[in-house]
């Protein structure tokens, strides 16, 4: 059976899934439980001068039957005195010497980021996470995504940090920044031994129409708040890969956070680069039960695959996210519908028509309409396969022979690309579209 277990940036655990710095690592009790349930390592709540929080705290996005398919929070860093977590912290490490406990901080000058880090460090963690994420609240008190989003700042603080840290130093980044290199490259000038990110994005989930104030509601008024949950892990994904591929930042070893629900979520993770995860809202969601799934999925992935530890397949997908001017534009699919499958519900046919490429036909096949693919007119852009509801009733097949291979960089290197309004070389010329007054059913305007 494969083995699970990592050194992340020389903190070891026995498997990847830890669990994010927030609600479920506010105390002893429940990091201890999450131990007992599976989890390998936690990112503690973090700690600084404790905070006074408001009620409520949370808000969601529900999209269609899910709930909390996107989740927001105004709540700050822990409310509990630094004494208490740093017992609880103690007892842990007793129960559990090799699972990773993480102290995630955030306090403002020199002498009290030095003074918590040998606190944190006598009491026994394994490593220092630096909060520079929290969007809402700690930033306007000039730290959290302040801090993050200045790199210069950012680099000081690590730097700060690296001269009496003798754990290592993992600084966690905010995603509120449009290049997220840029604080990650200032983390690892700093002397950050790892990355971790994402923290959550600043955000406004929806406002009351009654009362016109954001959620969640504060006595008629509301916050931004932070992002988070399976709606941000797309854009998370793309951070953490920006950061594998960088030149500065690439090998520096990466935690990877945002959206993790599920074991092929910490697949993809793992295969962007990272060396551990950590989960916050689907523990909230559905508790610590959850790292069960995650075990199972991942043991079968890699004996699937043949993989003995999780090195064996980290950052496996990274050469294959290229930029869009070193795809191969003779590669050519277009989509197949299988009618045995198909249960007529033209889903497929709106989405081509007012959304796409008017490449879908209607047949009458004994009384029944049956969408059939115009190929002529297909560009094989997915839209259809992604909007049947039929698992594997549309799918896309290779209509180019593999043999011819253009990228658009090597097009430019061959003075070969459109250059003007009407150039002849665009990829539309040619391609079958509609007159306009086909659009109107009985050939003039609704009234
Ligand atoms: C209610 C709540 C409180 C959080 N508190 C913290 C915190 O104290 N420190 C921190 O670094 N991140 C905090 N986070 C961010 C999470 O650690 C994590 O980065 C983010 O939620 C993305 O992961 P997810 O999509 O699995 O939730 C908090 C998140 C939530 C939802
Ligand atoms: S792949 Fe795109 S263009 Fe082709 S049939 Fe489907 S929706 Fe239409
Ligand atoms: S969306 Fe799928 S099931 Fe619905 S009509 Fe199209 S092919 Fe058939």
């Known amino acids: 059976m494969a083995d699970l277990s990592i050194n992340f940036a ?3 655990a026995p498997n990847p899934f830890w669990l994010a710095s927030a609600p479920p690592t506010n105390s002893g009790y429940q990091v201890m439980k999450a131990f007992d349930a599976g989890w390998g390592g936690a990112v503690w709540k973090t700690l600084g001068v404790p905070v006074v929080n408001v009620s409520s705290r949370y808000g969601s996005v529900n999209y269609g039957g899910r709930r909390m398919a996107g989740f927001n929070n105004i709540e700050l860093i822990t409310d509990r005195p630094l004494a208490d977590n740093l017992r609880e912290i103690e007892e842990v490490k007793k129960y559990f010497p090799d699972h990773a406990v993480i102290a995630s901080l955030m306090v403002e000058s020199r002498a009290e980021w030095h003074q918590i880090i040998k606190d944190c460090e006598n009491a026994g ?3 220092l996470e630096l909060n520079f994420g929290c969007p809402h609240g700690m930033c306007e008190r000039g730290m959290g995504s302040a801090v993050g989003q200045e790199p210069e700042v950012l680099k000081t603080i690590v730097e700060w940090v690296k001269e009496v840290a003798t754990t290592p130093v993992i ?9 997220i290199v840029d604080p990650g490259r200032a983390g690892v000038m700093g002397g ?3 990355l971790s990110l994402v923290n959550t994005f600043k955000s406004i989930v929806g406002i009351d129409l009654d009362s016109y104030a954001p959620y969640p509601e504060v006595d008629g008024s509301g916050s931004n708040g932070g992002y988070c949950g399976p709606a941000v892990k797309p854009i998370a994904l793309n951070m953490v890969k920006e950061l594998a591929q960088d030149a500065i930042t690439k090998n520096t070893p990466i935690s990877g956070i945002g959206g993790i ?4 979520d910490v697949v993809e ?6 060396g551990s995860v950590q989960v916050c809202t689907s523990v909230m969601h559905y508790g610590f039960g959850i790292v069960r799934e995650m075990e199972a999925g991942l043991h079968q992935f890699m004996d699937d695959k043949g993989y003995n530890t999780i090195e064996d397949f980290k950052g496996k997908a990274l050469p294959n996210v290229k930029e869009w001017k ?4 003779k590669h050519k699919v277009v989509a197949e519908i299988n009618d045995e499958k198909c249960i007529g519900c033209e889903l497929c046919y709106i989405a081509c ?3 796409a490429h008017q490449a879908i036909g209607l047949s009458e096949v004994n009384g029944s309409r049956v969408p059939h693919i115009i190929e002529d007119n297909c560009v094989g852009c997915n839209l259809c396969s992604l909007v049947c509801p039929v698992d594997e009733c549309i799918t896309m097949v290779k209509r180019d022979d593999g043999t011819a291979h253009i990228t658009w960089a090597e097009r430019t290197a061959n003075n070969d690309i459109p250059t003007t309004f009407d150039d002849k070389r665009a990829g539309g010329i040619g391609h079958y579209v509609p007159e306009p007054s086909l659009a109107l059913k009985n050939g003039r305007p609704k009234k």
């Open 269 to 274: 993770y793992i295969l962007l680069g990272c």
């Open 171 to 179: 600084t966690k980044l905010s995603p509120n920044i449009s290049h």
């Open 10 to 12: 020389g903190i070891k």
């Open 125 to 127: 963690v394994d490593g």
């Open 261 to 264: 629900e599920n074991w092929r």
């Open 326 to 329: 070193d795809l191969n534009l």
């Open 192 to 194: 950050t031994d790892a």
């Open 353 to 355: 028509e007012d959304g």
